[in-house]
């Protein structure tokens, strides 16, 4: 399995990330950060398709437990997302922010269209932890409810996790060919997805001649529809299961799970793993270089004359108010791209929502009125209620799951433009002073990468949609005389402020985040600095106060450097065997 190789390459990094903190004097080093953020690189995979195809027998099989509930009929209502931990846990977020743990036994109450009708729970999501190997490496599986069943609700569901994703596996089944409700709804994951996988399950329904066909006619309607070459798996998520449950491994080659899970362990690897590997190996050779940089710097100042030391030390404090105003520069710029973002990017997008939301919700709520003139007057009143509630929280839901991943990679994308910007200011310190102190310097350009903090992805979650505006209506009753039409009208009133409100709130909410990100991010750049100029100033500090100790503490001192330097050039070494394996 790749994520073997993964895993063996992340546990290498960790210890060299540890052995780097272990040696004396690399100022301002981020191990425990960059710690978090190897153990933070998750993969999201979103199971999608119609209800039935088999999306949760799949979950289970790929972790070889009947951890979620299955059944014949449309079962799955709510998502369900599965994650490392070292025991069994369940969470049950609702749409109010509360939280509640469960026992196994009880998850059908809340994930099922049986045990939790219409979302009547109004639950959120459902969060496992689970000890299972096949997550240990980050992978997240997101359990989602079938499409196209009556109960319609359950699709709007499944959208919401699309953006999120680093793959989308869709499921068809091999004894239904490709309905028109799998189509319309690919035609949707198409646009919030960026790699989907299609498994054609349930194999074990058919011999092999008919699997082969069953496989090019859908191969030829998911073309079509994807205007590029598809690669359909053929699977039977049954056969995975029991092959695991029964510890059978015949089974298992049946299934052809172990086919299907090399290659998409080796898609997250290339799309993920590397770049995450890379990354922060980069980073690590980085700080060598200037840890190296600085001892070279001890060792120069115990040996140079005082009097010439303190001349070059002057001509580096010019030099250190220089980076201090280009460090200013940064921060002007940066509060600039940051408001942009919000004036550029999230208002104009919000605006496009506001009014495309309006149009097709008040021509949906014309069209439910007319199919319902039917009912009493308050009974229409309430159902229209309903649907403006119901449908706005919809809309708000999804546009904000889709917008929410958008500003996060086009914050980082000015996040990382930044970084590349600050280490050039730090290397060109460290270039000053390795010509002024004649010490060698090793430039390592790295391409760093920022990634948020998982809390801006999340939060909204235990802060949904909330629909104040609503208790507001209901207070104002309408006299039993007046006109369905002015209900109507009402409606459509309340409609356009809701819309206003929640989409108030939602951008209350980003641009929040996007200023505390930004704020946490400056820090970090800040700190870098620093710690660079610090880094430089207390090797040179560190020379002068031993040189006044006598030869004796001279000598000892510059042992000691010998040591540490060999114990960095090892570290080194291991870092670039490392990043060799890893373009392997
Ligand atoms: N024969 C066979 N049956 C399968 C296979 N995979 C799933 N099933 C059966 O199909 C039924 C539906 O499976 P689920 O995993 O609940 O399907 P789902 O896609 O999660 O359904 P919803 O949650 O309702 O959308 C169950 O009875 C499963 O046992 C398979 O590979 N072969
Ligand atoms: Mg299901």
């Known amino acids: 399995m790749v994520l073997d190789k993964y895993s063996i390459l992340k546990d290498e990094l960790l210890k060299c990330i540890d052995l780097i903190a272990s040696i004396e004097g690399i100022p301002g080093y981020p191990s425990e950060e960059l710690r978090e953020k190897i153990q933070n690189n998750v993969f999201n995979l979103v199971v999608l398709g119609q209800f039935k195809r088999g999306k949760t027998t799949l979950i289970n099989a790929l972790l070889g437990s009947e951890i979620l509930p299955t059944a014949v009929i449309p079962l799955t209502s709510i998502a369900t997302i599965l994650k490392y931990g070292e025991e ?257 990017g999230l208002d104009e997008d919000l605006e496009d929502f506001k009014k495309e939301t309006a149009e097709v919700l008040s021509t949906g709520l014309e069209k439910f009125y007319k199919e319902n003139k039917s009912m009493s007057s308050k009974e229409l009143n309430v159902a229209l209620e309903r649907y403006v509630m119901d449908e706005v929280k919809n809309a708000c839901n999804n546009w904000w799951a889709k917008e929410d991943g958008k500003l996060a990679s086009a914050f980082e994308a000015i996040c990382s433009r930044f970084i590349t910007k600050i280490n050039e200011t730090v290397d060109s310190l460290f270039k000053f002073s390795s010509e002024l102190f004649a010490i060698p310097f090793e430039e390592f350009k790295a391409e760093e990468l920022w990634t948020v903090k998982q809390t801006f992805y999340y939060k909204f979650k235990e802060e949904p949609v909330m629909l104040e505006v609503l208790s507001k209506f209901l207070t104002l009753s309408l006299p039993k005389f007046v006109g369905d039409k002015i209900i109507l009208k009402k409606m459509k009133e309340y409609l356009h402020e809701m819309i206003d409100t929640q989409s108030g709130r939602v951008r209350f909410d980003f641009a929040e985040r996007l200023d505390k990100s930004k704020l946490d991010f400056r820090w970090e750049m800040y700190e870098r600095i620093e710690a660079t100029i610090k880094g430089i100033s207390s090797a040179i500090d560190k020379g002068l106060n031993q040189k006044s100790e006598g030869k004796k503490a001279v000598e000892e001192r510059k042992k000691v450097l010998l040591e540490n330097e060999k114990r960095m050039n090892e570290v080194k070494e291991r870092l670039i065997q490392l990043q060799q394996r890893v373009s392997l």
């Open 88 to 344: 069994l846990k369940i969470n049950v977020f609702f749409n109010d922010g509360r939280v509640t743990e469960i026992i196994p036994e009880d998850l059908r109450e809340y994930v099922t269209e049986k045990g939790n009708p219409k979302n009547e729970k109004d639950v959120f999501e459902v969060v496992i932890t689970y000890p299972s190997p096949y997550l240990k490496d980050g992978v997240r599986l997101i359990d989602t409810p079938g499409v196209g069943s009556v109960f319609e609700h359950n699709t709007d569901v499944a959208y919401q996790y699309l953006p999120k994703s680093d793959a989308a596996l869709f499921l068809l089944s091999v004894d239904q060919p490709v309905s028109k409700a799998e189509m319309d709804f690919l035609k949707d994951v198409r646009e919030y997805s960026n790699k989907i996988f299609f498994l054609h399950n349930k194999a074990d329904y058919v011999d092999k001649e008919d699997l082969k066909e069953s496989i090019l006619f859908s191969k030829k309607v998911l073309e079509e529809i994807m205007n590029s070459e598809v690669k359909i798996f053929p699977l039977s998520a049954k056969l995975a299961l029991d092959g695991k449950l029964d510890g059978k491994p015949e089974l298992l080659k049946k299934s052809f799970l172990l086919e299907f899970e090399s290659i998409l362990n080796t898609f997250l690897m290339e799309e993920k793993g590397k770049v995450l590997l890379l990354s922060v190996s980069n980073t690590l050779l980085r700080y060598l270089s200037h840890a190296l940089f600085e001892l070279g710097l001890e060792m120069k100042s115990l040996t140079i004359p005082v009097e010439e030391l303190k001349t070059k030390i002057e001509i580096f404090e010019k030099k250190k108010k220089e980076v201090m105003r280009e460090k200013q520069d940064f921060d002007i710029l940066l509060d600039g791209e940051v408001d942009r973002l919000v004036k550029k």
